[in-house]
């Protein structure tokens, strides 16, 4: 999410508004031998943190978004147009033991979306992918949280729940009919620990997410819950240079979609990056490696070789960054599909 690279904002200065944005641009190519199918995505993510005391904090978040799926000898499949608006407010308590969190999120998105636009507004919802705008639009909602840090020894502990209250919304136009769609509210419990290991740190954190049945029109359906496992170690290595072991691991139930079974599925994720500064420019390569699992049966594996730069031009932090992607994907019973991509961003923070 944009708002974490804002970093913890702890106690500031009332003053210190901080305004994120990070264009990014997407695009794959999938070849199966016969047919080549393209999915490509410009967006732009905005958020606003305003701090109104050291312990209040409001962050405002949506985005700009236009997705194509272009498949040969089909019509392409086109979606463009702003996200829904998250408002989001956080109280620290205590001696920045605990934070309160209030959010809501309002349907400023794409909705109704007719069908010539469809391909397009559910490709891009894809776990393994992972385009930087995966929805146009969830409907009106209510988010509230609670979480708790507590030291133990060198180690910092974390605990957080949330639950999420959605609402009925139409999200899509079936020839002269709206489809009704209702999502199942969510509950959310984490649980993490981190600690400083020399010049380094080292984190691990469990997520889990309780979905209840989501409904379009008469029928309903569960989309399974999921588990996110997230690590991080890094290390100094002198001369200001570092190195950022990391690895994350997504884990979906099986479920039940319009009366058929879905299978469970499972994203995992390691990567290693080695950062130097040169020239007052901090410079990071790395290489990721990712693998996709559903039912059982391996369904894609995906490497991403990029860099990332940081660097401060005219009092503005800016990290452009560049990923090339390459693997397949696979289909019991059909030949791999290779698959090619290209992402570059560039976040922006203007304190």
């Known amino acids: 999410m944009l708002v974490a690279a804002a970093a913890p904002l702890g106690a500031q200065d009332p ?22 199918r393209t999915i490509s995505q410009f967006g732009m993510p905005f958020a606003v943190i305003v701090p109104f005391s050291d312990r209040f904090t409001v962050d405002i978040s949506t985005s700009y978004a236009n997705s194509q799926a272009a498949t ?18 956080n109280l620290m308590l205590g001696d920045n033991a ?7 999120n309002l349907p400023s998105g794409q909705y109704k979306v007719p069908g010539g636009q469809q391909d397009a507004a559910g490709t891009i919802g894809n776990n393994f992918l992972l385009f930087p705008v995966t929805s146009m639009g969830s409907g009106l909602a209510a988010t509230g949280g609670v979480g708790f840090v507590r030291p133990l020894g060198e180690w910092n502990l974390g605990v957080g729940a949330s639950f999420r209250y959605s609402t009925a919304f139409d999200p899509y136009l079936v020839q002269s009919s ?7 509210n969510e509950t959310r419990l984490r649980v993490g620990v981190d600690r400083p290991v020399g010049e380094g740190s080292f984190s691990v954190s469990l997520t889990y997410l309780k979905f209840g049945k989501d409904q379009a029109d008469s029928t309903s359906f569960a989309t399974g819950d999921r588990a996110l496992a997230q690590s991080a170690f890094s ?14 691991d997504l884990y979906r139930g099986s479920g039940q979609q319009f009366g058929a079974s879905a299978p469970w599925e499972n ?7 080695f950062g130097f500064t040169r020239l007052g420019v901090y410079v990071q390569p790395s290489v ?27 009092g503005l932090s800016v990290n452009p960054s560049a990923t090339y992607s390459f693997g397949s994907l696979y289909n019991a019973g059909e030949a791999a599909t290779d698959v090619t991509g290209f992402k570059a961003s560039l976040l922006i923070r203007v304190h």
């Open 15 to 36: 003053s210190n508004t901080a305004v994120l944005t990070d264009p990014q641009y997407v695009s794959y190519r999938l070849n199966n031998g016969t047919t080549t």
């Open 72 to 89: 040969t000898g089909l019509p392409t499949s086109s979606i463009t147009g702003i996200t829904d608006t998250q408002i989001r407010g």
């Open 98 to 104: 605990a934070m309160v969190t209030l959010g809501v």
């Open 178 to 184: 709206v489809l009704r769609y209702t999502p199942g």
């Open 235 to 248: 290390i100094a290595l002198g001369g200001g240079s570092d190195l950022l072991l990391s690895g994350w």
């Open 267 to 273: 994203v995992a994720n390691a990567g290693v990056s």
């Open 288 to 314: 990721e490696e990712r693998i996709w699992n559903v039912g059982g049966d391996k369904a894609g594996v995906l490497t991403n070789a990029g860099i990332r730069m940081r660097l401060t031009v005219a």
